[in-house]
């Protein structure tokens, strides 16, 4: 099971970076993905997941009602659409895979891939 993330970069508060994560190996479509981040000095931090077909969503409080998730099985790759963003949400952010999708289960991932920068700064 492999995992790319990309789309990361720098950008002025207030703005939206979208990321994108390709992943692929035997049914990787079968399975949930997650997000999370980590920031120099700071504890990893997991933000958000989507299950398999779509339908289970979660955002950590941090990121709810900025951030979106979504996914294009076809394509084997999941969104992060990241809106009004802030100097706290610089890190470095990788995708994972879940086994399922919930509040529970940001953290119980079985493989990611190498992260993204995103840097927020005026």
């Known amino acids: 099971f492999q995992l790319q993330a990309s789309g990361g970069g720098l950008v002025q508060p207030g703005g939206s970076l979208r990321l994108s994560c390709v992943h692929s190996g035997e049914s990787s479509d079968y399975y949930a993905i997650g997000w999370f981040r980590q920031a120099p000095g700071k504890e990893r931090e997991g933000i958000s997941c989507?299950?398999?077909?779509?339908?289970?969503?979660v955002y950590v409080d941090a990121v709810k009602g900025r951030f979106t998730i979504s996914r294009d099985n076809a394509k084997n790759t999941v969104y992060l659409q990241m809106n009004n963003l802030k100097p706290e949400d610089t890190a470095v952010y990788f995708c994972?895979?879940?086994?399922?999708?919930?509040?529970?289960?940001?953290?119980?991932?079985?493989?990611y891939g190498q992260g993204t920068q995103v840097t927020v700064s005026s």
């Open positions: 994972a895979a879940e086994t399922d999708c919930s509040p529970d289960t940001l953290y119980d991932y079985f493989a």
């Open positions: 989507i299950g398999s077909n779509g339908d289970d969503i």
